[in-house]
């Protein structure tokens, strides 16, 4: 009895050594003298992080905190889905004081196309909201993902709706004006962006509106204005943009005039009432016989006509015309 007792506990004793030198062996160097370096953010990202750390400027590893660094998904990329192997740029066999690019580099001293660019991007991005990318105005002008996107910020400023519209005015310098005059939808306030109606990614509706025309992009805030009406306006039937400038004028109500100037584009002076109204533009502060005080010194059309988007007021024939919308 004594004897198993003694072979039983010689057994133990020796598994226990051969469990530990296995465990030894593990975290052994390997033979250039660096144990195996581990990923930190990315599967695969050993390749990269065993240069690139925390205190990197800019802070690559922020890409962690985006979609593009989620674990849980299966879809999520590696660094090499974007930039490449880069062996050169790795190992620099020719010793370099300054390491090659990586075989696909994304910078402002990149060398690649911008189609070559945004090609890292569309392997994934593709369908849905990028589906029109090839046939925009923004991938036919030579702008690539990265010139709006920052994949490794941790906060990507063309997503946030208060930081987007100054990455938009990068470029559009016009709408930056625009925007910042007295009447303006509500975009230097954070209320609204740039994407609220256009996709920036393309679209099959003019200007890569979000719609696939202008005035159904504009009823999806302003859908008292959709009608149909008894009385239609035909201006506003056809296009929205015929008397507004959504980006901002110093109009009231961001009409591209004032009253009555902007009505008169359309409507001449030969008399009011009459098939067509119009006011003597030559005597501004005139009283015509026709016209009446209301009209002519105060100068606003829609002192009479509230309803000018379209109205389902009866028409009286006698006194008024097919598009006159009064209270």
């Known amino acids: 009895m004594k004897f198993l007792r003694k072979l039983i506990a010689s057994c133990v004793v020796l598994g226990a050594l051969a469990g530990s030198t296995a465990v030894?062996?593990?975290?052994?160097?390997?033979?250039?003298?660096?144990?195996?370096?581990?990923?930190?953010?990315?599967?695969?990202?050993?390749k990269c992080t065993s240069c690139h750390d925390e205190s990197d400027e800019p802070k690559l590893l922020h890409i962690g905190k985006t979609k593009h660094g989620s674990l849980a998904d299966g879809r999520t990329p590696s660094c090499t889905s974007c930039h490449g192997d880069s062996d050169k740029h790795?190992?620099?066999p020719e010793k370099l004081k300054e390491r090659?690019?990586?075989?696909?580099?994304?910078?402002?001293?990149?060398?690649?196309?911008?189609?070559?660019k945004?090609?890292?991007?569309t392997t994934c991005?593709?369908?849905?909201?990028?589906?029109?990318?090839?046939?925009?105005?923004?991938?036919?002008?030579d702008v690539s993902c990265t010139s709006c996107h920052q994949v490794h910020a941790g906060k990507d400023k063309?997503?946030?709706?208060?930081?987007?519209a100054e990455v938009c005015y990068t470029c559009h310098k016009q709408q930056r004006a625009e925007a910042n005059k007295p009447s303006h939808h509500p975009i230097p306030e954070g209320k609204m962006t740039c994407s609220d109606c256009h996709n920036a990614h393309g679209s099959a509706g003019p200007k890569m509106l979000v719609k696939d025309t202008t005035n159904a992009t504009c009823y999806t805030c302003h859908a008292e204005k959709r009608g149909p009406f008894v009385h239609n306006h035909q201006p506003v039937v056809e296009d929205c943009g015929n008397c507004h400038n959504p980006h901002g004028t110093t109009a009231e109500g961001m009409l591209k005039a004032r009253q009555p100037f902007l009505c008169q584009q359309c409507h001449g002076e030969s008399s009011h009432p009459g098939n067509i109204p119009g006011v003597r533009s030559n005597m501004p502060n005139a009283v015509s016989t026709n016209i009446g005080p209301g009209m002519a010194q105060a100068r606003g059309c829609m002192?009479?006509?509230t309803n000018i988007h379209g109205s389902n007021s009866p028409s009286n024939a006698t006194s008024s015309g097919p598009f006159r919308f009064f209270r």
């Open 125 to 141: 991005h593709q369908g849905g909201k990028h589906i029109n990318w090839n046939t925009s105005a923004h991938a036919n002008r």
């Open 158 to 164: 063309v997503r946030d709706k208060r930081t987007q």
């Open 303 to 305: 002192n009479c006509h």
């Open 24 to 46: 030894l062996a593990a975290d052994a160097p390997t033979s250039g003298g660096k144990p195996p370096a581990k990923d930190l953010v990315l599967k695969g990202d050993a």
């Open 118 to 121: 945004s090609a890292a991007c």
């Open 100 to 116: 090659p690019v990586t075989d696909r580099s994304f910078g402002k001293s990149s060398k690649l196309s911008a189609d070559e």
């Open 90 to 92: 790795v190992n620099n």
